[in-house]
């Protein structure tokens, strides 16, 4: 098995090759003036199976295209089987047609990973497995899931958490907090959103669980704008949590979205290194490894 960490992932690769007792091979890559992508590799790939390894954000369209460029290139030199590890998958979150007309973009995602030669991908906290298990079917990838919220939660168990209540923003991730609840104890539960009809202002509380005088934790997928996280944050607060963490797998961090958690009140914000930011306190590497070695 030869890792490959692309341009976007040098020190997960890393990390995830030592997991394995491996050396990393990473490419050669540069951007050219007008932004287009340049990639080499640098190990020699015929009959071998080969991950790659890189996320895709920031600069997801940019990100994207290199390991497409990647894939490609390691099929055309004989690559015997080819895996594609992307913590963080772009376009996930655009996983079903809300209007006519609008892009299935996460199934055009998965078109063009296969059409480049990859028959094995990795990501971690999907957006929604439901959405995949609908898709898959019209796929020869096959898409392997693995979740960092274990990991987080055990972080956040260490770091003044434990027992902690753990809440998500809406019931699509319940998966996600009952993981985490297991992990830190102290129960899980959801949000609940209220609508302005007047003015289309929302606000979100939690319904039938006494959060007065608790720690708790809000769990993600994703963190982008910040406006969902700040917004159950300043909730878990003004309904009496004494100290509230903001937890997610995939920190995009767009902006202001930093700000905006810490303004609501946030004592701790705390990410995997899905994607690399200053909040990535886990690693996904020993849950990458553990799965990589299964397959
Ligand atoms: C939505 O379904 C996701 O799980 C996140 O809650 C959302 O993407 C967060 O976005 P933002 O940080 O922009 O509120």
């Known amino acids: ?12 690769g890393k990390k995830i090759a030592l997991e ?26 015929a009959g071998e ?16 295209m290199q390991l497409l460029v990647m894939a490609r290139t390691a099929r055309d030199f004989g690559a015997r089987h080819i895996m594609a590890c992307v913590p963080y998958l772009a376009y996930m979150r655009q996983d079903k047609r809300f209007l006519d007309g609008e892009a299935l973009s996460f199934d055009i995602v998965l078109g063009l990973l296969e059409d480049s030669g990859v028959d094995d991908l990795l990501v971690v906290d999907l ?5 995949l298990r609908k898709l898959q079917p019209n796929h020869r990838v096959k898409v392997h899931t693995l979740s960092a919220i274990p990991v987080i939660a055990k972080y956040l168990k260490e770091n003044g958490f434990d027992g902690a209540y753990s809440l998500s923003p ?3 991730r319940r998966d996600i907090v009952s993981a985490a ?14 609508r302005d009809l007047r003015t289309g202002e929302t606000t979100m509380f939690v319904k039938d669980v006494e959060v007065m005088g608790r720690k708790a934790v809000v769990f993600d997928d994703v963190i982008s704008s910040g406006g969902t996280m700040a917004k ?11 100290k509230v963490a903001a937890a997610c797998t995939h920190a995009l961090f767009m902006g202001g979205a930093e700000e905006k958690i810490r303004d609501a009140g946030a004592d701790l914000i705390v990410a995997s290194d899905s994607v690399e930011t200053p909040f990535s306190k886990v690693s996904v ?8 070695r299964s397959l």
């Not at 609840?181 to 209220?194: I, W």
């Not at 159950?232 to 004494?242: E, I």
Request: glycine share 8%; charged share 20%; aromatic share 6%.
């Open 285 to 292: 590497a020993g849950v990458v490894a553990e799965l990589l």
């Open 49 to 64: 199976t080969v991950v790659l390894v890189q996320t895709t954000a920031p600069n997801p369209d940019t990100r994207l």
């Open 232 to 242: 159950a944050v300043k909730a878990l607060k003004v309904q009496g949590a004494v």
């Open 170 to 172: 809406d019931e699509g």
């Open 181 to 194: 609840s297991e992990v830190m104890g102290g129960g899980f539960a959801f949000f609940e959103k209220n």
């Open 1 to 12: 098995m030869i890792i490959i960490p692309g341009p976007a992932s040098t020190e997960l």
């Open 127 to 131: 957006h929604s497995e439901e959405s």
């Open 20 to 45: 394995l007792c491996l050396e990393p091979e990473p490419v050669s890559h540069r951007l050219f003036p007008d932004g287009e992508s340049y990639i080499k590799l640098n190990s020699s790939v």
